[in-house]
Each structure stands twice: as C-alpha cells, then as structure tokens.
C-alpha cells in the first residue's frame, strides 16, 4: 500500500467510524459506499437543481446509497445508465429507459430490479451522458472524493471519457451525507477524478477544482484488475491486436 493509499484509508476509517458513531448510517456500513439518512431528502433537493432538469441521460453506480437518487431520475423521464456491479460483464452499464419499463421505477432502480428488467449495453451503444452520480465515503470542498477502496467508479467515468461519452460538459456529483464532507485535504493521483457538486441533505456546495483523466490510466492497472473486468480485458487485447 502506498503512502497516497494510506492516506485515503485513514480519511474512510475516520468517516465510517464517525458516520456509525453519530447513527447516521445503519449497522454495517464500515467499509461500503453508505447508505445515508437523508438519502431521499437529498435527491429531492438534486432533482430541483437546473444541472438536474437540464439533463436528459444520467449514469449512477449501483450503491444503495444512491437508490433515490436512480428513482427520482426515472420518475423525470431521464434516460438511466446504471454500472453492472464490479462492471463483472462485457456490457458493463444496465440501460434503463422509462419510456418502456413495464415496473415501477422503484424497482427498476433497484440492482436486483435492473439486473432482470434493464439491457446491459457497452460504450459503443450509449448516448452521452449529461450527468454522473457518484457514490462516495468522503468528499471535500475542493472536490477530491474517495470511494470505497474498489476503484470502480474511477475505472466508469475513465472508460466514458475514454469513449467520448463523458466530456467538459458534462456534471459529476456527489450525493452523501453532511458528515461525509470532510476539511481534510485528500489526495488524489492520475486516475482520480474530482466531483463537480456535492450534494447533501442541507446544501449544495459547488467545487471549484475539476480534476479528470484524460481516459483509462493502464499504467495504474494490474494485470489481475484488467483480467477479472471483461471490457478491460477486451479493450487491452485490441491494442495488442493494432501493435502487431
């Protein structure tokens, strides 16, 4: 473990802990993308946002956290690409279009809801994406965020770009809990993006130092992480393909 991964670790055991201490999380939550009380309240206060009503296709991770958040963008008729837990097949996003689900939009959020109602689809068959909700243990004012530890969401948003489907256009947000926005300076490396709006259950607080990869980092990647995610895998064995 590096010093910057240290680092991070310390700013999520420091968030869990206090997040379990204060009851603002249910029993369990060390070590997972929390759900939060307020989730609702704060997807409701998102939903009355501009950036919100402007948007017309929204990418979330899957997360129980964000659950309202995925619901209230269904419920507004916005076109919703939902990662594939651990992004585990080769069409890593679940389409959910509210246009032709025959569910409520309660359960077509929901993962287990997705996985049996919503089409997996792969970059080459998305639309652009006008804004990402991303879950998040901690944020700070400056944007800086960190996940759980998986790197999952960084390896989404780095495939989008990479795609073009993410672009300067478009909103990354992060919906969390108060006690999730943190003063402590979070360090981030090449791989890390920055969120653009962090969003709680009392404010709205814009981020004023966007920070983005220009795509997948592959120095940064194990051969054992692009293994076990079927897009990377593929993605690596056609560039081999075009040096030979």
Same mark, same amino acid.
Request: aromatic share 4%; glycine share 8%.
């Given at each position: 473990?590096?010093?910057?991964?240290? =680092?991070? @670790?310390?700013? !999520?055991?420091?968030?869990?802990?206090?997040?379990?201490?204060?009851?603002? #999380?249910?029993? /369990? &939550?060390?070590?997972?993308?929390?759900?939060?009380?307020?989730?609702?309240?704060?997807?409701?206060?998102?939903?009355?946002?501009?950036?919100?009503?402007?948007?017309?296709?929204?990418?979330?991770?899957?997360?129980?956290?964000?659950?309202?958040?995925?619901?209230?963008?269904?419920?507004?008729?916005?076109?919703?690409?939902?990662?594939?837990?651990?992004?585990?097949?080769?069409?890593?996003?679940?389409?959910?279009?509210?246009?032709?689900?025959?569910?409520?939009?309660?359960?077509?959020?929901?993962?287990?809801? =997705?996985? @049996?109602?919503? !089409?997996?689809?792969?970059?080459?068959?998305?639309?652009?994406?006008?804004? #990402?909700?991303? /879950? &998040?243990?901690?944020?700070?004012?400056?944007?800086?965020?960190?996940?759980?530890?998986?790197?999952?969401?960084?390896?989404?948003?780095?495939?989008?770009?990479?795609?073009?489907?993410?672009?300067?256009?478009?909103?990354?947000?992060?919906?969390?809990?108060?006690?999730?926005?943190?003063?402590?300076?979070?360090?981030?490396?090449?791989?890390?993006?920055?969120?653009?709006?962090?969003?709680?259950?009392?404010?709205?607080?814009?981020?004023?130092?966007?920070?983005?990869?220009?795509?997948?980092?592959?120095?940064?990647?194990?051969?054992?992480?692009?293994?076990?995610?079927?897009?990377?895998?593929?993605?690596?064995?056609?560039?081999?393909?075009?040096?030979?």
């Amino acid at each position: 473990m590096t010093s910057i991964d240290q =680092a991070k @670790q310390a700013v !999520r055991d420091q968030v869990w802990r206090l997040l379990e201490r204060e009851g603002a #999380v249910p029993r /369990g &939550s060390y070590g997972k993308i929390p759900g939060f009380d307020g989730a609702e309240a704060t997807a409701e206060r998102l939903a009355g946002l501009d950036l919100w009503k402007r948007a017309g296709t929204v990418k979330a991770n899957p997360d129980w956290a964000q659950l309202p958040v995925r619901i209230q963008a269904l419920k507004d008729g916005k076109l919703l690409y939902m990662a594939v837990p651990k992004m585990a097949t080769l069409q890593p996003f679940f389409l959910l279009d509210p246009a032709s689900l025959d569910v409520p939009p309660e359960q077509a959020a929901e993962k287990k809801g =997705a996985a @049996q109602v919503a !089409r997996r689809v792969g970059v080459e068959d998305m639309r652009p994406i006008d804004l #990402v909700i991303c /879950g &998040s243990v901690a944020v700070n004012r400056s944007g800086a965020r960190i996940g759980k530890g998986a790197g999952y969401s960084d390896l989404e948003v780095a495939l989008l770009i990479e795609a073009g489907l993410v672009t300067d256009q478009t909103a990354i947000v992060a919906p969390v809990h108060q006690l999730q926005v943190v003063d402590e300076n979070i360090p981030e490396t090449e791989h890390d993006f920055s969120v653009d709006l962090i969003v709680t259950p009392d404010e709205v607080i814009e981020c004023p130092n966007r920070r983005r990869p220009q795509g997948l980092v592959w120095e940064d990647l194990s051969p054992e992480k692009i293994g076990a995610i079927p897009v990377l895998a593929a993605l690596a064995d056609a560039g081999k393909d075009a040096q030979e």
